[in-house]
């Protein structure tokens, strides 16, 4: 999403184009919403706060746009941060804070954070890892050495078997999740005053997915009973009638073979559909009900997924549990299956930062408006250590990078682009991507990238391995 200033233009136009207006006259807005919000959501419009800091850099309560933009244009506040977008007080430093509750969501892809104060949403995020990619990256630099190996080229000597893996140890592909929560963690503490934390754990119930049959009468039956197995496949089947593709509708758990053909309860002969679909199919089997091959081929492919999502949540909820402690506030942990109770009673639509606000007990009754827009960010790294790129052969086919930051500028830096001449004038906003010539490419979603010299760019915020998607 294109990050915009709102008071950029009608500043521009009230000074003239060539009196640049100060950064602290500038209001950031980050507009992430895909799709409408479905649900008896409040009548007073709530979007996200602006956070505020003491001239002390001590967290104050967030205020709304509006009264920062009237701070900023009294000259009572200063631009601190870009993304979130944070002010800082110049005269004042103390004051009265209410209680504000982390509340967090986390996910395989995506982690829900929530801050909530009096039951109402002051602030949202969607929080992408990027778990797949450093697989990727790791599998791929495996494959660069093995190859390197069977052509006896030079190669790495290897080392002797030292490394041992430490306790609590995570593959780097979930590490990295525990510590994007870590960090934003740490980031909304010094930008708020949190006074505690809610975290949802043991979202899927890996057991109950694999045997249904499990013992225990407190464990099979209870409120809650069944919430871990439905949600999965929600998830897993996004939720979409398996049948007919329909979607924002009724959706119902279904065995694939029958129970009366000797199916099994099993995650694996789980599926949804709608009811119309589910009434029809009756206690045929799906080789019988469903005519189209195509379908009837994806559909039972997408029976055999592996539990690599649900097992990647397991593995790093205690991890992230102890890194959240070390905090020193007061911590609490909650099932996801009280989540979904709290937000299906509430009406809300599914989203990970609606999830997250639903968690633990307070979630029962927290207030969303359908203008609330949660700030999409997603983890980027800081850059690749690789020193050149290799062809499919293995073979050196660039140079080795000369400098990291070219003219005071990174790739992935927030800046502000005054082109003078050319189809692309004017002013945008956006993330660059440098050279070592000194002629950057500005990025912005869904567009062309502009290419100008680095005399045009001026650094707003320096990159920290999270980009505003």
């Known amino acids: 999403m294109l990050l915009q200033f709102r008071t950029l233009r ?36 709530n979007r996200l706060k602006v956070f505020v800091l003491y001239n002390t850099l001590a967290p104050a309560m967030p205020c709304s746009a509006k009264r920062a933009r009237q701070l900023l244009e009294r000259g009572s506040a200063a631009v601190y941060r870009r993304v979130p977008f944070t002010i800082v007080l110049k005269h004042r430093s103390e004051g009265e804070a209410q209680p504000v509750t982390l509340k967090l969501d986390p996910g395989a892809k995506t ?13 949202a995020i969607n929080l992408t890892h990027r778990g797949a990619a450093i697989r990727k990256a790791l599998e791929a630099r495996r494959a ?3 190859s390197r190996r069977s ?27 525990v ?28 057991q109950k997915m694999q045997n249904a049959e499990i013992s225990g009468v407190d464990y099979q039956q209870g409120e809650l009973a069944g919430y871990e197995v439905r949600e999965y496949l929600l998830e897993k089947f996004d939720r979409t009638c398996v049948y007919c593709d329909k979607q924002n509708v009724p959706l119902e758990v279904e065995h694939v073979t029958p129970r009366s053909r000797g199916g099994s309860d099993s995650i694996s002969n789980l599926a949804l559909a709608c009811h119309a679909c589910n009434q029809a199919k009756g206690d045929r089997d799906v080789r019988d009900f469903v005519k189209d091959t195509a379908r009837l081929a994806k559909i039972l492919a997408n029976l055999k997924k592996p539990l690599k999502d649900a097992a990647a949540v397991n593995a790093t909820r205690y991890a992230i549990g102890r890194t959240l402690k070390a905090t020193g506030l007061p911590i609490a942990f909650w099932s996801g299956a009280r989540t979904k109770m709290n937000r299906v009673a509430q009406g809300y639509a599914k989203d990970h930062w609606i999830d997250a606000a639903c968690v633990g007990e307070s979630g029962a009754a927290v207030r969303l408006s359908a203008s609330t827009k949660a700030l999409s960010i997603k983890a980027v790294g800081r850059g690749s250590r690789q020193m050149c790129r290799v062809d499919k052969y293995g073979f050196p086919r660039s140079v080795a990078k000369s400098v990291k930051r070219v ?60 980009i505003a998607a």
């Open 407 to 466: 003219d005071g500028f990174q790739t992935g830096d927030l800046v502000r682009l005054v082109q003078p001449t050319g189809k692309h004038q004017g002013t945008y906003v956006g993330s660059v991507a440098v050279r070592a010539r000194g002629a950057f490419d500005l990025k912005r979603h869904g567009c062309v990238p502009i290419t100008s010299p680095a005399k045009h760019f001026t650094l707003l915020q320096k990159t920290d391995g999270y």
């Open 10 to 45: 009608r500043t521009m136009n009230e000074n003239g184009p060539k009196q640049r207006p100060h950064v602290g006259r500038k209001n950031l807005e980050v507009s992430s919403a895909r799709r409408p919000l479905l649900g008896p959501y409040g009548q007073k419009a």
């Open 151 to 177: 052509r006896n080229t030079r190669y790495r000597a290897p080392r002797f078997n030292n490394r041992t893996r430490p306790k609590g140890w995570l593959p780097p592909s979930l590490q990295s999740r």
């Open 144 to 146: 660069l050495r093995r």
């Open 179 to 206: 510590d994007n929560v870590a960090s934003w963690a740490r980031r909304l503490l010094a930008l708020a005053p949190i006074g505690s934390i809610d975290v949802e754990t043991a979202r899927f119930d890996m």
């Open 111 to 123: 982690t829900g954070i929530a801050l909530v104060a009096n039951d109402a949403v002051l602030f």
